[in-house]
């Protein structure tokens, strides 16, 4: 079994910040990209960063120079060090991986279970 499990969501006011871990763990043998997704009430799930196991990484738009991803190889960990936060930066935050399970023969795709992120204006 693998599991995905987000921490560090929270309230905040507008202008602050905040840093969400996400630890990947059980019988996996190798991780490929790992990712931050947000959905708001309402809306659709949303693309916020990835990076892969090499170190690069990609943006959303909206949190490009604000938001920066992380990992952590040796911990099968990823960061998401949210800065300037917005009103509209409230949503629950969802950590995905790409992950080799033991006994697998593919990478398949795993998720947390989120954190809620809310920003007060």
């Known amino acids: 079994q693998v599991q995905v499990v987000e921490s560090g969501g929270g309230l905040v006011q507008a202008g602050g910040s905040l840093r969400l871990s996400c630890a990947a763990s059980?019988?996996?043998?190798?991780?490929?990209?790992m990712a931050w997704y947000r959905q708001a009430p309402g809306k659709q799930r949303d693309f916020v960063a990835v990076?892969?196991?090499?170190?690069?990484?990609n943006y959303a738009d909206s949190v490009k120079g604000r938001f920066t991803i992380s990992r952590d190889n040796a911990k099968n960990t990823v960061y998401l060090q949210m800065n300037s936060l917005k009103s509209e930066d409230t949503a629950v935050y969802y950590c995905?991986?790409?992950?080799?399970?033991?006994?697998?023969?593919?990478?398949?795709?795993?998720w947390g279970q989120g954190t809620q992120v809310t920003v007060s204006s």
């Open positions: 995905e991986g790409s992950i080799l399970a033991v006994g697998a023969r593919n990478f398949n795709e795993y």
């Open positions: 059980g019988s996996l043998r190798s991780i490929n990209n």
């Open positions: 990076i892969s196991n090499g170190g690069s990484t």
